[in-house]
């Protein structure tokens, strides 16, 4: 088991890792630890990385090292993995993996072992989607496995999963639109409701705009970063770096939002945290996503409309847009998408729409009987 790198008092990183079991001069048998040092946090991850392949390859063989073991080790490996990525993938061995499967060494982890595990998460009551969560990250790690020559084959690639029920996401029309931001007003929740339709922002990318992404005179939006907890981290890839127009609505829009952030710096004095967020809470920190869906769900609520998440306004925005652009790839290229493929799923819906009613006008065309009857 291996320590996350931690800045000591002297500037230094340090991160430690268990190296076995000896007995203590009272007899009590004790875990001993190999502790590794970096000048940078990168250093030290780096530096846990080679301490750990060396443990492998000097005390276990690999014939007969414990999965959970394995999983450990290679997830201390992963040093690109950022802090929340990091906190997810620990979850998923702390509570799913290494109870399940820790135990059953390595070279004889099979299928049967792998459809075991899913049984049992299913028999818990875990969402379909966790199980294929679950599932990704064991697939994941045993590719790992595979390539180095540790396993065969991976015993996770031919997983029979739940299917995950597909749900139908609400669309709002212009009217509905229109009528939740008349009732949320020049609020936060209402300039945060303007600009990730408007923008058609991912829930993470609206949060951590900043003033200085937002060119209000030239009516441009640089998407630069994202929020993460409290902190703002590069997007993950190239395409989501984007520059998108802003309307006249919605540059009028953050102008007065910007007035009303001013005021209350003013008010809070010294005690105001400057990090330049569009969202803030009180003192200037960053607003939590958990509490923008909070406040989410009572507009709706206050508003009357279709029940979506805060997450899901990114759809509706890409849905009504998807109706307006005539290649996918501009779609794509407004949404930061890196797939093609998942442009085409919004597209495709969208078409389906489009072509229903194209059906209806070749009625009239051929003359069929309801379409007449339609007409009159």
Not at 54 to 65: D, G, H, I, K
Not at 69 to 84: C, I
């Amino acid at each position: 088991m291996a320590s996350r790198p931690r800045k000591r008092a002297d500037g230094r990183w340090a991160a430690s890792i268990e190296t076995g079991m000896r007995p203590g001069r009272d007899g009590v048998v004790k875990r001993t630890r190999r502790y590794v040092y970096g000048a940078t946090k990168r250093d030290c991850e780096r530096a846990l990385s080679v301490a750990l392949k060396e443990l492998a390859e000097r005390t276990v063989a690999p014939s007969r090292q414990l999965t959970g073991d394995y999983l450990d080790a290679w997830l201390a490996g992963k040093v690109s993995l950022r802090d929340n990525g990091r906190r997810h993938y620990e979850d998923m061995l702390r509570l799913y993996l290494r109870p399940t499967i820790g135990h059953i060494p390595l070279a004889d982890l099979t299928a049967d072992d792998v459809q075991a595990l899913v049984a049992v998460l299913v028999k818990r009551g875990l969402a379909p989607s966790t199980v294929h969560r679950v599932v990704g990250v064991l697939k994941t790690a045993l590719g790992r496995a595979v390539r180095t020559g540790r396993l065969p084959a991976n015993p996770a690639a031919y997983a029979e999963l739940p299917r995950i029920p597909r749900r139908e996401v609400a669309v709002w029309d212009a009217a509905q639109v229109r009528h939740c931001l008349e009732v949320a007003g020049d609020t936060r929740i209402g300039v945060y409701v303007a600009v990730t339709l408007s923008l058609a922002l991912r829930e993470t990318e609206t949060l951590g705009l900043r003033w200085a992404d937002l060119d209000l005179v030239a009516g441009e939006a640089h998407i630069r970063h994202r929020l993460e907890g409290r902190e703002l981290v590069e997007l993950k890839t190239e395409g989501s770096y984007r520059i998108l127009p802003m309307s006249a609505y919605l540059v009028a829009a953050l102008g007065r939002w910007r007035e009303r952030q001013a005021e209350q710096r003013r008010f809070v004095g010294r005690a105001w945290r400057e990090r330049d967020l569009v969202f803030t809470v009180r003192h200037g920190d960053a607003w939590l996503a958990r509490n923008l869906r909070r406040d989410f769900f009572l507009l709706i609520q206050r508003a009357g409309l279709p029940r979506i998440t805060a997450y899901e306004l990114r759809h509706v925005a890409a849905t009504h847009l998807a109706a307006r652009l005539d290649n996918p790839r501009e779609l794509m290229a407004y949404l930061g998408h890196s797939q093609i493929g998942t442009t085409m799923e919004i597209y495709t819906r969208v078409l389906s729409g489009s072509l229903a009613k194209a059906a209806i006008a070749m009625d009239g065309l051929l003359g069929a009987p309801e379409a007449d009857q339609a007409a009159q």
